[in-house]
């Protein structure tokens, strides 16, 4: 089993991506940091307990993160958030209230100390902005080395962004921040916008949840139907939703899902094209390259074994 943390702006896909972290026998899910993006921080820990108490996981510690981007003092959830994740971030499905609260230890601190204790054996999956990890190596840089495996959802390779032509969203929160964690020497594999939007879930998948009648099936129904709904309005996709977050967990695991192109890459943060994710040529010549990012996906392979999983999960 490997030790993984999750950074989630919860926030629809992210929901998806707690619960196959939870289904997945290979992952041990030592803790939840929680993030702003899809919703505010506080509503993305909030939503992350109710989560873990639907799957009746009440042991998961959910760690508050930072509030805002690295360079401003401010966050306001935008409409188009709201449109697609639901004013509460789950798709306007009301989760009775968790009978616990956020731990009191800050996240980044929580994200430094599982550095040290688990180091090569701990993954990070950030599936919003990077401002939680790049706070945590400014405080320590020591451990950008140390964490085994950063697998995040964010950024665009290949084709354009989906907040501008440019920039994916979880990028565009903090430019900034994610540029100087893909200069430090942090491990990274980046799931980008290339292949989590050709990730299809559709109602055909969530009519089986909603069979197995249980709360927890009706419940994630319910949830990402809100989803599958927005992509259809909002002509973003007319057959499904992507399954961008839960798609890094599952290369965390199975690095077959995907293949790569190893290069450095940074992220332009000033002029038209901020929050670009792009090749470094600073290092082009360096022998060391942290960065390896997906450019396809088996998605096929991938449904199959996220149904499995998820299905076996709700059924409980
Ligand atoms: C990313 O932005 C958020 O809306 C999603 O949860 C995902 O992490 C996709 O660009
Ligand atoms: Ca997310």
């Given at each position: 089993q490997k030790k993984m943390i999750l950074d989630l702006d919860t926030g629809i896909d992210d929901a998806l991506a707690l619960a196959y972290a939870i289904a997945d026998?290979?992952?041990?899910?030592?803790g939840i940091i929680s993030s702003y993006g899809n919703t505010l921080v506080e509503t993305a820990g909030k939503n992350s307990l109710k989560l873990l108490e639907l799957l009746g996981q009440t042991d998961v510690p959910v760690f508050l993160g930072e509030s805002?981007?690295?360079?401003?003092?401010h966050f306001d959830v935008m409409e188009i958030s709201q449109l697609i994740h639901g004013k509460n971030g789950i798709g306007e499905v009301e989760l009775p209230t968790a009978n616990r609260a956020l731990e009191t230890q800050s996240g980044v601190d929580f994200l430094i100390e599982a550095a040290h204790k688990y180091q090569d054996d701990l993954i990070l999956i950030p599936t919003g902005p990077m401002t939680n990890l790049d706070a945590a190596i400014a405080k320590d840089p020591s451990i950008a080395e140390l964490i085994g495996n950063i697998t995040f959802m964010g950024g665009a390779l290949t084709v354009p962004g989906n907040?501008?032509?440019?920039?994916e969203a979880n990028i565009n929160q903090d430019a900034e921040a994610a540029d100087r964690v893909f200069r430090s020497p942090a491990k990274m594999t980046m799931i980008g916008l290339d292949v989590t939007l050709r990730t299809l879930l559709t109602k055909n998948e969530t009519n089986q949840w909603r069979q197995l009648d249980t709360k927890a099936g009706k419940a994630f129904a319910d949830i990402v139907d809100f989803y599958i709904d927005a992509y259809y309005n909002l002509d973003i996709d007319k057959n499904g939703c992507a399954l961008h977050d839960p798609l890094a967990v599952g290369v965390a695991i199975n690095p077959a899902f995907v293949t790569t192109l190893a290069l450095n890459m940074k992220v332009t943060h000033?002029?038209?094209?901020?929050?670009r994710t792009i090749g470094d040529t600073d290092r082009?010549?360096?022998?060391?390259?942290n960065m390896q990012a997906?450019?396809?996906?088996d998605d096929v392979a991938y449904l199959a074994y996220f149904m499995q999983l998820l299905t076996d999960l709700f059924k409980k």
């Open positions: 026998p290979a992952v041990d899910l030592i805002h981007s690295s360079t401003t003092d907040v501008t032509p440019f920039t000033d002029g038209a094209d901020y929050g082009l010549h360096d022998k060391r390259i997906a450019v396809g996906v």
